[in-house]
């Protein structure tokens, strides 16, 4: 199969559907995701030291990460279900079995400040052989995250996908078998380099779309019945996705345009995130609005490279001093655009940034939800939202009668 590849690779890549274009090439939200879970495991480890980590899935520092990673839908959605806790089954045994907690987390910890291949081998290892019952492969999607060009991510589909192109029977659930499918796809990654990517995110989603039939490779193609509806199936259902997809960027980029207009409207620099800058919205590109660069801030480069990533910032006009911050957010992580919030306000207290979420009036309850958790309140950023409708609504009144960047607490709400 490794000879017939170059054109299965070329179909991926061609088709505008596929996981390489809507989730691997040009996608801001994966971009951010990175940080965000490297930060969830980050606290993971700090939980599980002070013995504050629960015994249960639901309310951890684990479920932010995995909730991360799912929103990731092209490849990922369903990543949680295997860190859910089922009682009856005592699976996965690292809430009440304290020693296997202390032990995962050891292995984050490590994973984190690894900087190689045979380290990370080593962590396997060593996690494995302790026997963790529940706990398999599916932390390699947790992997992937801190070491894109290292590990690749481990799902169903995948594994389905490389036991159909290579006529392999790789089992779902064990590292070694995780292992010896990694050492293949090591190999084809750097044979195909030119024309995959070094991040095993490329040609884990060719192995995704060929598992859940989305492509079918060569002489697979519509064996039976079976595979030709299943085939367009996944098209059409894929289809519907990307149009929601689509749907939603458009929301997303109208909502940073009436930011960036009030936001000049009052006198302020402005700025989008680096990667939205050619985003379009009635005909005109949102660089047009913006400072042609960030300006320089007095912080750390990791936390500056974050602040660049915010949806929207107001700057007092001639300086570097952050006046106001705002993260749209449409179906993502709200967790996720708090912490970016909440690094900017950390980094430069002295700012006395005024920080908001943009949201879908559909995700109120679960914006309040969010900014309602201890580990918020206590953090002491004070963060307010508003709601589309209401920036939609009075967007003109904002630019027409609004004298200061304060205008915007007229409309923003807070829990």
Same mark, same amino acid.
């Given at each position: 199969?490794?000879?017939?590849?170059?054109?299965?690779?070329?179909?991926?890549?061609?088709?505008?559907?596929?996981?390489?274009?809507?989730?691997?090439?040009?996608?801001?939200?994966?971009?951010?995701?990175?940080?965000?879970? $490297?930060?969830?495991?980050?606290?993971?480890?700090?939980?599980?030291?002070?013995?504050?980590?629960?015994?249960?899935?639901? %309310?951890?520092?684990?479920?932010?990460? =995995?909730?991360?990673?799912?929103?990731?839908?092209?490849?990922?959605?369903?990543?949680?279900?295997?860190?859910?806790?089922?009682?009856?089954?005592?699976?996965?045994?690292?809430?009440?079995?304290?020693?296997?907690?202390?032990?995962?987390?050891?292995?984050?910890?490590?994973?984190?400040?690894?900087?190689?291949?045979?380290? =990370?081998?080593?962590?396997?290892?060593?996690? #494995?052989?302790?026997?963790?019952?529940?706990?398999?492969?599916?932390?390699?999607?947790? =992997?992937?995250?801190?070491?894109?060009?290292?590990?690749?991510?481990?799902?169903?589909?995948?594994?389905?996908?490389?036991?159909?192109?290579?006529?392999?029977?790789?089992?779902?659930?064990?590292?070694?078998?995780?292992?010896?499918?990694? #050492?293949?796809?090591?190999?084809?990654?750097?044979?195909?380099?030119?024309?995959?990517?070094?991040?095993?995110?490329?040609?884990?989603?060719?192995?995704?779309? @060929?598992?859940?039939?989305?492509?079918?490779?060569?002489?697979?193609?519509?064996?039976?019945?079976?595979?030709? #509806?299943?085939?367009?199936?996944?098209?059409?259902?894929?289809?519907?996705?990307?149009?929601?997809?689509?749907?939603?960027?458009?929301?997303?980029?109208?909502?940073?345009?009436?930011?960036?207009?009030?936001?000049?409207?009052? %006198? /302020?620099?402005?700025?989008?995130?680096?990667?939205?800058?050619?985003?379009?919205? %009635?005909?005109?590109? =949102?660089?047009?609005?913006?400072?042609?660069?960030?300006?320089?801030?007095?912080?750390? !480069?990791?936390?500056?490279?974050?602040?660049?990533?915010?949806?929207?910032?107001?700057?007092?006009?001639?300086?570097?001093?952050?006046?106001?911050?705002?993260?749209?957010?449409?179906?993502?992580?709200?967790?996720?655009?708090?912490?970016?919030?909440?690094?900017?306000?950390?980094?430069?207290?002295?700012?006395?940034?005024?920080?908001?979420?943009? @949201?879908?009036?559909?995700?109120?309850?679960?914006?309040?939800?969010?900014?309602?958790?201890?580990?918020?309140?206590?953090?002491?950023?004070?963060?307010?939202?508003?709601?589309?409708?209401?920036? $939609?609504?009075? /967007?003109?009144?904002?630019?027409?009668? %609004?004298?200061?960047? !304060?205008?915007?607490?007229?409309?923003?709400?807070?829990?």
């Amino acid at each position: 199969m490794s000879a017939a590849l170059p054109p299965l690779i070329q179909q991926y890549k061609a088709d505008s559907e596929s996981v390489y274009n809507t989730w691997f090439i040009n996608n801001e939200e994966r971009l951010k995701a990175f940080r965000s879970i $490297r930060r969830g495991v980050q606290q993971v480890v700090k939980d599980i030291k002070a013995c504050s980590f629960g015994n249960d899935f639901k %309310g951890t520092s684990l479920e932010f990460v =995995l909730s991360v990673i799912s929103e990731q839908k092209q490849v990922f959605q369903g990543a949680a279900h295997p860190f859910y806790w089922k009682p009856k089954l005592r699976i996965p045994d690292i809430y009440e079995h304290e020693d296997n907690k202390r032990a995962f987390g050891q292995f984050l910890e490590s994973c984190l400040a690894a900087t190689t291949e045979q380290q =990370l081998l080593k962590e396997i290892d060593i996690l #494995d052989r302790r026997k963790i019952k529940g706990l398999g492969p599916a932390v390699a999607s947790i =992997l992937y995250f801190l070491h894109p060009t290292l590990m690749p991510p481990c799902n169903t589909a995948i594994v389905n996908g490389f036991n159909a192109l290579f006529g392999e029977k790789i089992k779902l659930g064990s590292w070694s078998e995780y292992l010896r499918m990694r #050492d293949r796809l090591r190999d084809l990654n750097q044979e195909h380099r030119l024309h995959l990517s070094l991040d095993y995110g490329a040609l884990s989603g060719l192995l995704f779309d @060929v598992g859940v039939k989305k492509m079918i490779a060569g002489d697979q193609q519509f064996a039976t019945d079976e595979d030709r #509806d299943k085939y367009q199936q996944q098209a059409q259902k894929r289809h519907k996705e990307v149009q929601t997809e689509a749907q939603e960027e458009n929301q997303h980029t109208e909502m940073q345009h009436h930011l960036l207009r009030v936001g000049k409207a009052l %006198g /302020c620099d402005v700025t989008t995130a680096i990667n939205d800058r050619n985003r379009l919205c %009635g005909g005109q590109k =949102l660089s047009f609005l913006c400072l042609d660069q960030h300006p320089e801030l007095p912080v750390p !480069a990791e936390v500056a490279s974050t602040i660049r990533l915010i949806d929207i910032v107001w700057f007092a006009p001639g300086t570097n001093r952050v006046v106001a911050a705002f993260e749209v957010e449409k179906s993502t992580s709200i967790y996720s655009g708090i912490l970016r919030l909440t690094d900017l306000a950390f980094s430069m207290p002295e700012h006395e940034t005024a920080l908001y979420l943009v @949201v879908p009036d559909a995700r109120e309850k679960e914006v309040q939800a969010q900014l309602s958790r201890p580990a918020i309140r206590a953090a002491g950023a004070t963060i307010r939202y508003i709601l589309f409708s209401e920036l $939609r609504q009075h /967007c003109e009144a904002l630019c027409k009668f %609004g004298d200061s960047p !304060a205008a915007m607490l007229k409309i923003a709400r807070s829990v």
